[in-house]
């Protein structure tokens, strides 16, 4: 396993260090989940980087990076839903978006087709990452208007970019 791959799986284990840190309700363990979190994200950006400009880039890579960030951010939001601070219809909105992109990546590759993120996936990745920041931070209030508009950004940035996914790859599901 080269080092791209490595930091890839180093993102899926600190998904349930997040959560248990965001789960213990108090500032000092928000803060740190936070961290974690914003460490994942950006671990997203490094293995990439690695595997592109070090030519490590792998089937494994290609496979579990995506699903690591889908696995991250859905499963924050969804934490996020419990405790209040994400309404449910967005996190409902993200997690079929992410689960359809999966399943139509999914396709594609079974045609031996690779459909690379484009500017808007990366936007809505980014977005992802930045409103469970926000959200992770306890001295960042939902109810605030700004990360309320952020987070209304968030699941549209989301959805279009989905929509836009399919409809500059929809050959891939032609006969």
């Known amino acids: 396993m080269n ?12 998904i349930p260090l997040y959560l248990v840190l965001l789960m213990q309700y108090s500032a ?10 914003a460490l994942a994200a950006l671990s997203d950006a490094l293995d ?13 890579g290609k496979f579990f990076d995506p699903l690591a960030d889908k696995l991250l951010v859905c499963s924050a939001l969804i934490a996020m ?23 139509f990546r999914e396709v594609a590759a079974a ?5 690379a993120a484009d500017k808007l996936g990366k936007l809505k990745a980014a ?3 930045v ?14 208007t700004a990360i309320q ?4 950004y968030t699941v549209a940035v989301t959805i279009v970019s989905g929509l836009t996914y399919i409809y500059n790859n929809i050959h891939v599901l032609r006969d």
Do not use: D
Not at 49 to 57: D, F, P, T
């Open 3 to 14: 080092l791209a791959n490595k930091i890839t799986v180093f993102r899926i284990v600190l």
């Open 28 to 37: 000092a363990m928000g803060y740190a989940a936070a961290v974690v979190f």
């Open 48 to 60: 990439g980087y690695i595997a592109r400009s070090h030519g490590l880039v792998t089937t494994f």
């Open 81 to 103: 839903m419990h405790l209040g601070r994400f309404p449910m219809w967005g996190v409902i909105l993200i997690v079929v978006r992410e689960l359809t992109i999966t399943a």
């Open 111 to 115: 045609r031996n087709v690779i459909i």
């Open 127 to 129: 977005s992802q990452m």
């Open 131 to 144: 409103i469970v920041v926000a959200l992770t931070v306890p001295a960042v209030p939902y109810g605030h």
């Open 149 to 152: 508009a952020f987070a209304w």
